[in-house]
Structures are given as C-alpha cells and as structure tokens.
C-alpha cells in the first residue's frame, strides 16, 4: 500500500514537473525590464509580430499571458475555421499545383491548343477578331480553363484575406518578409502560373524553419528557375560528361601526362578567368540566378564573393531544370502530376569540371551534390548570416540597427544553424526590440497599411479586386515587383507625395462605401455625441494606446470654425454622415496611423 | 540630391505657402519671369512604347531586297500612291501612318536613329524593358531608373512638379531617392473630397506631425496639390485647331503640354504606350501596327504644335524596348527582336536625317541569324540628350558602368 502511494505521488510530481517545464520552454519576453506597462508591450507585440491589432485584441492578449499569445503565435496554435471557410470561395485553394498550371493556360497557350484541336484554323489572319475571341472563349469554357488574370487576382485575393482574418498572425508576417526575401514577379511569364506554388511549398512551411531547407526549396522551384533564368543555365559544352567521355576516347592513343596536364590547366583558365557571360544562346551558362543568389539571397551585394564565385556557383547549378516530363503533362492535358517532381536534375546538362566558390574547393562530377554543396556554404556563411540579421532586425526592430545588435542576431544564425524560430525569438527578447515599442518609427508598407485598416475596422471582404487595386495604387502591386531585390523595408521607399494623397484617398473611399466588396463598421452615430466627441472616441479605438489629443483636438477646431452643417448637432444627415465617413478616412491616412 | 527641405526653404517665396485655394496664375508667371528668361527650364518629353515597336516597319530600309523576300506580306515598298511609305532619303521609307510627322523631318526638328538598342540581347519585354528603364543593361539589381538619377544630376533646385510621370504607377524608369509625382490624370489628381474642411484637415494633420518624412511628403504633396489645382482652374487649353487624338497617350501628351505651358517648373515627363507587341496581324498600311502608329504620330505632332512658343526649350524622346525579328512569322506578324528606331524631336536635333547605322539584311549579318544587330547602344542617345539639353555631363553617374561614346545629335 505505502508503495502504490509512494509511486502514485511520483508520478504526480513528475507530471507537476512537466506542467511546469512545458511553462517554463515558452519565451519569456522582457517587456517589464524595459519599464513597458502589460498594455504597451502587448500593443507593441501586436504591431510588430501581426498585421495590426484587431479591436479589443490588446485586452485579450494581456489576458491570455504576452508570452504565452507569443507562444502560440510561433507554434501557429489558432484555428483556422473561420479563415477556411472564407479561403473555400476560392478556386485555387482546392487545386493541387499540377491542376492549377493545367487550368490557367496563358493566351498564347490557349490559341496553340485551339489550333491543335481545329478550333481554330492555323492561319488565324483569316479570322476576324471577334470571331477569334469567341471561339477561344468557348473553348476555354469547354475545357474550364481559367484567365491567368484570374489566377493572379486569386493569388492576391487568398494573401490579402489570409492576412486580415488569420489568427496565426506570425507565420502571415514571415510568409511576407520571406515571399519578399526570395521575390519572384508575376510579370515573368513563364514563372507566373507557378507562384501560388512557391508561396505553399517553398516559402510557407519553412519560415519558422531552417534557412537551408528555404534556400533549397527556392533553388529547386520551377518559379525561381524559370523567374532567373537558371533552367535555362547550361555547362559549356567542353565542360560535360558527354564531352569528357568523348575527349577520353580520343586521349587513350595519347600520353597520359599530356592528358592530365590538359585536364588542370583548363580549370585554372576557367576559374580566374572574369567570364563574361553569352547570354540567351542555346547552350551556355545563365548567370543570373547564381548571381542573385548570393547578392540577395544570402550573403549580400557586401558580402565578400567575386565574380569568379558568381561564374563557379553558376558551373555548379547547372543542370537544375524544371521537369520537362512534368510540363508534358500539362501540355498533353494529363489529369495529374502522377507523382512526378516538377523538379529535375539533368545530368548532361551539368558542368562536371572541379569549382572553387568562396575559397572552397569542389570536386569534380559529383551531380547534384555540386549544387548542394554550395548551396549549404553561402547558408552557413558570417555574411549571410549578417545579410539575414539586418533584414530581419530591419522588418521587426528598427530601419537602423546598430551593427553590435546585427552581429548578435547574426550568431544566433550562426550557432543555431540557420534556425529561423531562434532569429525571432532572439529578437522578441532582446531589450532592441522592447526598446522601439512606443517610438512609432516603422513605416506602414503599403499593405500592411491597408491590412492594418482592415483589421482595426473589422471589415468585411466579399471581394478581394478593389483591395489589390489600390494597394498596387498605393505603390505595392502584390506579387509583382519587378527586380529580385523585393520591395524595401523603409519608410523612405513608401513615402512621397502622391503615396500620402493615396493613403487619405483609400480611407475616404473605403469609409464613404466607394469600395466595393468591402464593408466597414462605422460605429453609429449617437445623437447625444457631439462630432467632436464622436472624432475623439474614433481616434482612441484606431489608436489604442497613443495620445491622440492633440489630433482630435486640431480636427475638432477645424470642424468648429468650418461650415455650419459639420458643426455638432443633433441631425443625422446625410451630408453630416458622408463627411464624418470622410474625416475619419482621414484619420486613417493621418501621419500617426502611417507609423507603427 | 535634392532634399524636400531644402526646396521649402530655398523657394521662400510666399507662392507655395498660400492657403488652399487659388494661386492666380499671373502672379505665378510674373514671380517666374522675373527670375529670367534664359534660366527657363528645360523639359525632356519621354514616351516608352511598350510591347516592342517594329522599326523595320515604322522606318523601313525599302531597297533591301532581303527584307522583301523574308517579308512577302509585310514589305512595303515607295510608289506614287498616298498608301505606301514616304521616301525620306533614298534608302529609308517612313510608315505612311506615321506622315503627320514628316513636315518636322522636313523642317529638320525631327530625327531618327536606327538599329538602336540594348546590348544584352534578352528578348524577354520585362527583363529589356527593366534594363532599358534603369539604364544598366545586363544588371538586374539597380535600384533607381536613369531618369531619376537625372533629375539628382540637374544643376539647380527644382519645383515640387520637376519631375512627373504621367502614367497609372511610377514606372521604373522615375524610381529613386529623387521625387518624382505620378499623375494618372490631372483632373482627378488630389484628394478625394474637394470641401474645403477636409483639405485643411489634411493640410494640419501633415503639417504639424512630429514625423518628418511624413510631414515633408504631405507639404510636398499639397504643394503640388495647389500646383495642379491651379492649372486646371487656368483652362490651359490647346491652342486653337490642335486636336489631340482620343486616346490614353493623347490625352498624357496633352496634359505633359499643359504642365509645360502653365510654367510650374517640369524639366523630366515620363509617359508610355502600349500596342507595339504585333506578333500577329500585324498590318501594313492598315492593321495593328498602322493603328497604333497613327495615335502616336497625331497626338505628337499635337502637342508639338500645342508647345509653339516652347519648343526651343523641349525636347521629346521615344524609346522601345527591343525590335521585332526581320522575317516575318506564319501569324502575319513578327517576334522579339534586338535594334528598332526611335525618335527625337527639338528645335536644335541634328533632324532631317536618320542617323546611326544598319547593315544589308543577308542572314549571316543578323543577330542570332534572325534579328537586326544593334550599332548604337541605347545609352549613347540618351546620354546625349541628357548633356546637350539638360547639361548633364556626368555619364559616370547616369549610366554606371557604361563606358561608351555619346552619338552627336543635338547641338
């Protein structure tokens, strides 16, 4: 009996002891050491690791613990139901990659498969152009092909309402300042159809991660290969197996001391050598990926690679291709993907020739693994781990981090290995971030600004097209920037003349119902509230915990010395409504709702 | 670099900082003419035709017996008749849709220079159109389009309005640490609600915010609202007779004419058009490429009339990404190639004359065996515009990395 009890208690103890443990894993954020209340950390929380916080969601965080929301966040522990439900609606959520490439022909592709199938005759001159369009369009409905228009509103529609209504905030944040990292455009034809793709599969799922699996998953994507060129990359033809092969064969009557000779002097002619590249030929190597790869990817324009490193690491991604089995499947009009890879590696395609990048030495003909390798250098190189460091403390922190603030935040890549959690929770507790909270020095992107304001209002979408429309107006088409370099993180890049007008110009818009497909809450006139009050209570609901007095103040004064039908009255008229929706549009394109 | 501050300090004169409202425009021509007619500001007109024009089309070397056989249905020859190409100089036959122009040939305001082009040969629209607009071919990473660095590069302080894209979105060719105003339409330009409460309310909230970036962007762009307010009370409308064509780009040409004549400062006006890309039905003397080809022309030629009094002090520019191949393909029309023409239109252009160079057309002298070769690097053309008109000499700074010769053109 004494012994059942005995193990019964340790048993309890032991659970105890996991309680507590599990408690004790969970970051503990030093908001209290940075003499911040519960209310302004947990508002600085929000503004930082989600899109904006939503009304009353300062409270609730303060309630269920900062670490503990901070916690959850990381292991994206919220339901997605309602977000779900909203997703459904969307054609694209329910296809697989292969179905999506199959059903979004672009208009080029459409026209060849009708002629194909004798829709239409081969010389289309003999068509008028009305004719011709509705041929395509009936056979694009037969076949239920889609518009890659569509597509792409889709691809806008599914980030946009992702990241107003998830409760899994952190990993909407990430999945942006990562998408942006390794940027690819919607304005590349041939990597278009593929981008719904690369946010799912090789962004997404490893932005809490290891930075190598993201690098990886990027190099082998067929948007990024198609985006820089790299499935277009090709070794020189002295430089494959095929050739080697052939020079074997017509060595053996030689000596074999010429032959090895032969062998080391070409690698040393190849790697210092400044090659400039031949472009768009055929054959021959593509350099562009190989070069963005290291300049924005990972070690940085500064980082210390040559451009002997940019040709080697070329050499060694070679033979990196889209599958071409995969696209004849789409091509023929196969049902699925039957499990093959949209990615291959070609190995006649290969530079098989030994590389040196970054002061390493690779060895010759080892396939795949050539890449790879390089791959896994520059992920574990101090520059990059820099690179990586700035970019983050830049999103989260500050535009100006201090270098002994980088260098920290690069260790923690260095010893942790690229791991990616590890970076934000390095950043949420370290006394940087705590610091920034109440200085309101970030800058709003332009979706973020939007997003922000959708949040705040409770807004509901019924269509996402209006939205993607004026965040492009505003200065960020989504999915669209033209240069790899992805959008900056500054306020210096948003900011300018015509992007403030737009701001106001959205708020007023959405509040005086001109968007369509969106709603918003505007809290209903009380007769008893002066205007002025009414502007006051507004300001402290779209600013939680900022000090707004001055602003309701100067705005109050303005509408006092104004026209008679804005001074507070009792009317509801209509006028006095389409003028409030106006001032409060205002407010959200006010300076102080531009900073977070 | 010119900073926002800087500019609201130097201009000190009372004219921007008058409240909301109306700024009479003779008080703004009479603080303008004082400070001296010879310091009256240059304006570069830039027109981007996206899609990449056919320039062996637009300006046609008709006694090329090459062309003829690899275009049996697009060649077009000189003869009598008003629907073929009007014979320029004995080798080279102008696009009949293109004829409204020809009178400026003729006056010599008008040049053309042919096989012009990038020297990194991707056919790719977006990847040529990105080199083309940021001046570094071959270089994906720069971070500002040339036009922006030239505004950094112009000798002396500018108005709010010195830089404008008249376009939907600022276009790569403006973007940079300069300022440049995008201004889809001049009429719509500002906020959204005209009542005057709304207007100060804005004006309060951006001029006394702590935050200086944002309060520097909000004066700056209600200076430019007032600016732009004030020239579309003014009514500035074309001169009598001048038509431009209905059309986005006659429109953009229009109100760029309008922001010339109201004086509000603008040396740099970017806009574009699209339409060129004819890989089928293309046309000849009707068709796609005729189209197209007759807005341009009428809605330059309405705004170079529309500028009488100013054209000493503009010059206009047009540019295309690549050019269309010189076969031509089994849809009546043709794919991407390298060189094409462009234009160049100012009272001191070496005009009347089609510069720069282009071979016989045999097989084994074109790019890749398929295209017109590029003889003149893009950026000798723009360099030269840019010194001769704007005196902009620092070709180091505005085209990093090129090491080429500007093409005489202007004097």
Redesign the interface.
Known sequence: MFQLAKIRFALLLLLAFCLVATHVVATSLPYAKAGLTDREAATHLLNRFTFGPRPGQIDRVIEIGLDNWFRQQIESENSTAGLDLRLAQLGITNMTTFQVLSRHPSNGSLRSMAIRDGVVP????DLE?DQLKTKLQEYAKEHRFRSQSLLMQELKGRKILRSVYTDNQLVEVLTDFWFNHFNV?T???QARPWIPSYEEVAIRPYVLGRFYDMLEATAKHPAMLFYLDNHQSNAEESATAKAKRKRRRTRKSRLSKTSLGAAKSEENMMSSQAIIPK??KKRGINE?YA??LL??HTLG?DGGYTQADVVATARALTGWKVNGKYLNRIKKGKNSDNAINSFTFVKSSHDINPKTVLGQRLSPNRGIADGKQVLDIVAQHPSTAQHIARKLAVRFVTESPTEAYINRLAQIFLSSSGNLRQMIEGIATSPEFWAEAKR?RK?KSPFRFVVSTLRITEAEIKSTRQLSNWI??I?E?LYAC????GYADT??YW???????NR??FG??LF?GKIRGVRVKLAEDSPKQSLSERIQSLCLSLFPIRDTEK?WR??GQ??LA??PE?KPDRKRTKTRRQ?TA??V??II????F??Y | MWTRKAFLKSLGIGLYSISIGSVPLFLNRAIMASSDEERRRKTLIVIFQRGAMDGLMAVSPFKDSHLKKMRPTLMMNVDQSGQSLIDLDGSFGLHPAFNSMLPFFINRELAIVHGVGSP?????H?DAQ?YMESGTP?I????SGWLNRAVGLLDREGT?LRSVSVTK??P?ATQGDE?????PDLRS?????G????K???R???S??G?E???D??Q??I???KMISAINASKHRPAKGIVYPKSRIGNNLRQIAQLIKADVGLEIAFTEMGGWDTH??QGTTAGSFARQAKILADSVVALWRDLEDHRQNVVLLTMTEFGRTVREN???GTDHGRASCLFILGSQVDGGKVHGHIPVLAPEALEDQRDLPVTTDFRSVFAEVAAQHLSITNDTILFPGWSGRRLPLLS
């Open positions: 081969e010389n289309i001159v152009a455009s304005t590349h034809g472009p768009n562009n070069r963005e300049e924005l324009v309101y800058t492009a107006r200065g088409p033209q240069p790899p370099t306020g210096g900011i300018n003349s015509g992007s403030v007008l106001a110009n007023m818009d005086t602003m100067q705005i303005i509408l104004s026209s804005l003028q106006q001032i549009g205002l394109g006010s300076p102080q531009q900073v | 990194y040969p991707t056919r790719s977006f990105n071959g994906k990473g720069t971070q709010p979105r600022q790569f300022s440049t105003v995008v201004v330009f500002g906020l959204r609600s009542h005057q409460t709304i100060n309310i804005y309060t909230l951006y006394e915010t935050f970036a944002l309060r962007a909000g700056e762009s200076s430019v609202m089928r039905r089994g849809s009546g």
